[in-house]
């Protein structure tokens, strides 16, 4: 007989909660509470990336209390068992990768099992399972940082993964937290189509799949989710956006460098459609990447395309996840530092997409979408993906 359990996968890049200390984490909480509630699932996993913010040396501290809050919530009380893994220990700078991993099981989720990498084999889950530090010698899970010689002219960053492997009744699966690299400079990323950064990404996605496939241990449909950093494909987008335009590039006067580009139109006041530095992308007409969920520009959103032999995702019916205002009055505003992009992503394998399972006529339990959407989340708007995973059995 088929029977379902209701799983809910969320993935949050927390790096701003921890820079902007206190202020956010209230909302944030309700937020994702109030998800649980509504979804009612037997299964949560929790995935954060950049736990303690870019300051994490001071801010570190704050990073247990953040997973307290939510593990001894009235909210997370009827999840008895409880499995976390927090990355802090940045002294470590070789391993250090500031991913934080939370999986909360239903007191009446009896058949649960998770994978133990050094005696390769599944144990019971039972109790509140707690690892933060360095996680070196924790056997339940894999983690690991790009390495080195991936980009020799790269910044050396704190971007890796980190994996947990589970049965829940008879059905296996890989869960994987991940963090890939992202764009340095807005204009380094215009300059060709895919950008440099969009094949360092891809480099290392295809990294954490066989690193997760080849393994000692047999195959299993796989979700990876994370911050992907995904960015739309600049150069074209700034090519449509611009068509009505007159471009002007900006070049430092000793060098031939490019510092801005400036995007005029050509009749009203020659006003500024699109101005582009560094770390600056300012277009007139944000509400283009909000209307109607983004639709009108996620035929830019093209990193996944790479993979569609071994990933699958659901439709994308939510605005990009990135670069919301930090300003807890504009929650659904956008910086101009970046161009707005799905980053934040919930992936399977398509042997993962055959065990969700879909009500008749089309009509789906299954809901991916943003959480916070008009609420200020920090940078990010985390991602949820909740749906009833077919397990067989008692």
């Keep these: 007989m088929e029977t379902y359990t209701d799983v809910l996968l969320v993935t949050a890049n927390v790096g701003s909660l921890f820079d902007n200390l206190g202020e956010i984490e209230s909302d944030w909480l309700r937020e994702l509470f109030g998800i649980v509630q509504s979804h009612k699932p037997r299964f949560i996993a929790l995935h954060f990336q950049e736990v303690g913010g870019k300051d994490y040396m001071v801010n570190m501290g704050h990073a247990e209390n953040f997973f307290w809050n939510i593990e001894s919530s009235e909210e997370m009380r009827d999840f008895d068992r409880v499995c976390i893994y927090v990355d802090n220990h940045f002294k470590n700078v070789d391993s250090f990768t500031a991913l934080g991993s939370m ?17 390769k084999d599944f144990k019971a889950v039972s109790g509140q399972n707690k690892y933060v530090g360095s996680l070196d010698g924790v056997t339940t899970m894999e983690k690991e940082k790009f390495p080195k010689n991936f980009w020799p002219d790269f910044k050396w960053s704190r971007k890796g993964f980190m994996r947990t492997r589970w049965i829940i009744h008879n059905q296996g ?46 195959p299993l449909p796989f979700f990876l989710f994370g911050d992907f950093n995904f ?53 007139l007409h944000q509400a283009v990447f909000r209307e109607d969920n983004g639709r009108a520009i996620l035929k830019y959103d093209k990193e996944i395309a790479a993979f569609q032999d071994v990933i699958a995702e659901e439709e ?79």
């Design 103 to 119: 999986y909360f099981i239903h007191k009446s989720l009896k058949n649960i099992y998770q994978y133990d990498f050094n005696v």
């Design 173 to 218: 699966l890989d869960l994987v937290n991940v963090h890939l690299f992202h764009d340095a400079s807005n204009l380094i990323a215009c300059n060709a189509s895919p950008s440099i950064y969009s094949a360092n990404r891809q480099k290392a996605l295809r990294y954490v799949i066989n690193r997760i496939s080849e393994s000692s241990c047999t």
């Design 231 to 283: 960015r739309l494909d600049t150069l074209s987008l700034v090519q449509n956006l611009s068509t009505s335009a007159e471009v002007q590039t900006v070049k430092k006067d000793s060098s031939n460098e490019v510092e801005k580009i400036i995007c005029e139109e050509k009749d009203n006041d020659h006003k500024i459609l699109l101005q582009i530095e560094t770390k600056m992308f300012a277009y």
């Design 316 to 394: 994308i019916l939510f605005p990009p996840s990135y670069p919301y205002s930090e300003d807890y009055t504009k929650p659904t505003q956008y910086m101009n530092t970046r161009c707005p992009s799905w980053c934040d992503r919930i992936l399977m394998s398509h042997t993962a997409q055959d065990i969700i399972h879909r009500r008749d006529e089309g009509e789906s339990s299954v809901v991916y979408n943003i959480l916070g959407p008009n609420v200020c989340m920090g940078d990010h708007k985390p991602v949820f993906l909740s749906f009833a995973l077919k397990t067989n059995g008692h």
